[in-house]
Structure formats: structure tokens, C-alpha cells
């Protein structure tokens, strides 16, 4: 039994294998290329970088009401 359970490991593997070696690979500097446009494209809608009105800031310090 230990050779069939290891003849269907090594299907199991090989299987893999032909999966991933058919997987379209997009090379490192067109990746870039694109990540920079991504990044330009939309640098004007992130508030990272453009900053968060302090009205609509859901996390700017709550005002505190002290009656005296």
C-alpha cells in the first residue's frame, strides 16, 4: 500500500507542477510599469496623499461639551 499511496502523492505533485509551469508570468518591469500608472492615475482620490477635510474625518478628536 505504501507504494500505491506514494505513486499518488507524486501524481499529486507532478499535477502540480504542470499547473503552475502553465500559469502566464508577467515580467517584473512591466509589473512596475504598471503599478506606477495605477499609482498616477489615481494619486488625486488617495486620502493618503491628499489628506482628509477635518469635517468628514471619522477620526479626528471628538469635541468634549463641559456645562459649568
Request: net charge positive.
Amino acid at each position: 500500500m505504501s507504494s500505491s499511496s506514494n505513486l499518488t502523492t507524486m501524481k499529486k505533485a507532478v499535477q502540480q507542477l504542470r499547473f503552475e509551469a502553465s500559469i502566464n508570468r508577467v515580467k517584473v518591469s512591466q509589473a512596475a510599469v504598471d503599478l506606477q500608472q495605477f499609482c498616477l492615475q489615481n494619486a488625486l482620490q488617495d486620502p493618503l496623499l491628499t489628506g482628509v477635510s477635518s469635517s468628514t474625518n471619522p477620526f479626528r478628536p471628538q469635541k468634549v461639551c463641559s456645562f459649568l
